[in-house]
Each structure stands twice: as structure tokens, then as C-alpha cells.
């Protein structure tokens, strides 16, 4: 069964804009929550990660995520893209002390 | 921040061939795992690696693949005899205590095409 769901292949923004990148799960427990962002040439980078309490977690390069429980998701986003921000994002989960990730979400960015 | 280094970058290869896929884990790091991504698809967990000891592995990772520690620095996965869908990026990962609690830190990757 597919754990984490990323509906969008592709996401293009213009610079400066806001970002929201989608990630559902489906997994019984309370699940540890990610996001890996993978620029070009680059290994699987953790921007952030979710395992209790505070909702809203904060991650790096001024990346946050909220998990919604009743939603099943776990959206990243970021109120002002940079260029650089161009890179391929994937959601992932564990599960069986195993990092289930999901097909990841390409985002370009409009200059 | 400490890295993870795999080499090559690139390795072709012909449908039959062995390969071997190198990685140079972070020093002090204790698991160790590879995880594949075909082109368009997720990014799959192959195997865990912990005191020169497979810990699991998934159903991917039949008899054709095989990981080492040579000496106590590398990490390598060896694939036996190539096949066409072997063609996929390959990460290297490691970390401290293991476990998805946490952080794994991950290789660049290596592009293997089986030709």
C-alpha cells in the first residue's frame, strides 16, 4: 500500500512567491514525518521532521511544514522562494524503522 | 557538515556485467543503507547495514545484490549481474544510532545505466 502521496509532479513559482507543496500518508499510528529536498547533483538533504508535539514545525532555509492529523498530511511550504529553492522535494515517512519516501514533487521557479 | 561521498558519480554498464557502487559513509556512523530511485519513481529502500551485519533488507534486494565493509571505511553494494531495470540512482546513507528518529545523512547519489 502507498504510504506517502505526493500529488503534484511538478510545481513552478515565481521567485518571491509563496510555496506550498503537498504530502499525504497513510499509516495507522502516529507517524515520524520528512522532507528531503534533493538539488540538482546533490544527495537527499532533511529540511525538517515531524515526531510529536508542536504542529508546525520549523526546518531549514526558512522551510515549514504543518502535520493535520485529520487531513493525513504533512504540506511543506515557505512564504518567499529563492531560486535556489529549485529542486526536486520528496515527503517521506517511517514505517517499520524504514524511510518510505514518496515519488517526490519537482519545483522550478520563474524568474 | 559532515558528508557521505560515493564514487562514481556515473557507471555504465552492459546487461550481465558486475558492478560495484562505493560509498564513504560519515566516520564516526554506525548504520549504513542503500536506497535506489528509478527515473520517475520514489526513492526505495534496498538495505540496512549495522555491525558488518545486513539488519534488513527489502524485496528488492535478491541473491543478485550483495553490500560489504571491506575495511572499516567503505560501504559497497555489488550487483552480481545487471540487468536492464537495475538502471536507477543509487544513495548511500548512514547514520549515528540508526533508526528512523534519526537523521540520515545521504550520498549524491550514483547513476548506474545498464545498457
Known amino acids: 500500500a502507498q504510504s506517502v502521496t505526493q500529488p503534484d509532479i511538478h510545481i513552478t513559482v515565481s521567485e518571491g512567491a509563496s510555496l506550498e507543496l503537498r504530502c499525504n500518508y497513510s499509516y495507522g499510528a502516529t507517524p515520524y514525518l520528512f522532507w528531503y529536498v534533493q538539488s540538482p547533483g546533490q544527495g537527499l538533504q532533511l529540511l525538517l521532521k515531524?515526531?510529536?508535539?508542536?504542529?508546525l514545525v520549523q526546518g531549514i532555509k526558512g522551510f515549514e511544514a504543518e502535520f493535520k492529523r485529520s487531513q493525513s498530511s504533512f504540506n511543506l511550504r515557505k512564504p518567499s522562494v529563492h531560486w535556489s529553492d529549485a529542486a526536486e522535494y520528496f515527503c517521506?515517512?517511517?514505517?517499520?524503522?524504514?524511510?518510505?519516501f514518496g515519488k517526490g514533487t519537482r519545483l522550478h521557479i520563474l524568474p | 557538515e559532515p558528508e557521505v561521498t560515493q564514487t562514481p558519480s556515473h557507471q555504465v554498464t552492459q546487461m550481465g556485467q558486475e558492478v560495484i557502487l562505493r560509498c564513504v559513509p560519515i566516520s564516526n556512523h554506525l548504520y549504513f543503507y542503500w536506497y535506489r530511485q528509478i527515473l520517475g519513481q520514489k526513492v526505495e529502500f534496498l538495505v540496512s547495514f549495522y555491525n558488518n551485519e545486513i539488519s534488513e533488507k527489502s524485496e528488492i534486494f535478491d541473491d543478485q545484490f550483495s553490500v560489504e565493509r571491506p575495511d572499516g571505511s567503505n560501504f559497497t553494494l555489488k550487483i552480481r549481474s545487471t540487468k536492464l531495470e537495475d538502471s536507477a540512482m543509487y544513495f548511500c546513507a548512514s547514520n549515528l544510532r540508526g533508526g528512523t528518529n534519526e537523521k540520515l545523512f545521504f550520498g549524491s547519489g550514483t547513476q548506474l545505466s545498464v545498457l
Open positions: 517521506a515517512v517511517n514505517r517499520d524503522d524504514k524511510i518510505i
Open positions: 515531524y515526531f510529536s508535539g508542536d504542529t
